[in-house]
């Protein structure tokens, strides 16, 4: 299924849409490699991967998506944007006084974000709190995405929800994870070996590459949460 209903797939958004609608967005502090890291992962889910629709924002068999690496949202607005979330002509006004595009995404201000964000280490753990309340009002056809950046898994938090999620068989819930060496730890065998340890279904992907991406977003995994583990090297940010 496609990420919006059927009549969106004529005009199918590019990556070079979203690049041109990423140019608009000016300042200082936009953190554009940051942002960068993450386009073609948000590409290829909200292309190809999440049921979600502009048109039924409060659908509650929607899939999920949450931003957790909420430092750097260009990337995320610009896909919105591109979806029809929200008017491309806001861009151009992101985090100025009176803008509700924030250098953070304000869930409340932006229409298709499931989450504030932008404390990073917090984003896992509300993925795994989103699933199981999902679970609880007995909702079985909607997914959890959070994605996340490899640093971010140092805060402890992480260590908690990476352990629950598997042990709760929280099927629903994927992780991914923009592996781009900015971990200050690391973790023995990789990242993808770190859930894996704890009973996920884990996939390394290249961060670039479209049909792998998709692949591994929409391998079964019964039984188990995935982490999909996208390696983006630091010279391809720009």
Request: proline share 5%; hydrophobic share 45%; glycine share 10%.
């Amino acid at each position: 299924m496609t990420a919006l209903s059927q009549e969106w797939t004529a005009e199918a958004p590019t990556v070079e849409l979203i690049r041109s609608l990423m140019t608009r967005m000016t300042g200082d502090e936009k953190h554009g490699a940051a942002a960068t890291s993450t386009l073609d992962l948000l590409h290829v889910l909200y292309q190809r991967v999440l049921r979600v629709d502009p048109a039924r924002l409060d659908d509650p068999d929607r899939d999920r998506f949450l931003l957790s690496k909420g430092h750097g949202p260009m990337a995320y607005y610009a896909v919105l944007a591109a979806h029809g979330f929200l008017d491309p002509d806001e861009l151009a006004d992101w985090s100025g006084r009176g803008s509700r595009l924030g250098m953070h995404p304000d869930r409340v201000l932006v229409p298709g974000v499931e989450v504030s964000s932008g404390s990073l280490g917090h984003g896992l753990g509300l993925a795994v709190g989103t699933a199981l309340g999902l679970r609880a009002q007995g909702r079985l056809a909607p997914r959890v995405f959070v994605l996340v950046g490899d640093a971010e898994l140092d805060e402890g938090s992480n260590h908690e929800a990476i352990a629950v999620a598997a042990r709760m068989r929280l099927a629903a819930l994927t992780a991914v994870v923009v592996d781009n060496n900015s971990a200050s730890h690391g973790w023995p065998g990789g990242i993808a070996e770190r859930f894996a340890r704890e009973g996920w279904a884990a996939r390394t992907v290249d961060g670039r590459d479209h049909d792998q991406i998709f692949a591994a977003l929409t391998a079964a995994h019964p039984d188990q949460p995935s982490a999909v583990v996208a390696r983006v090297e630091r010279k391809d940010w720009r």
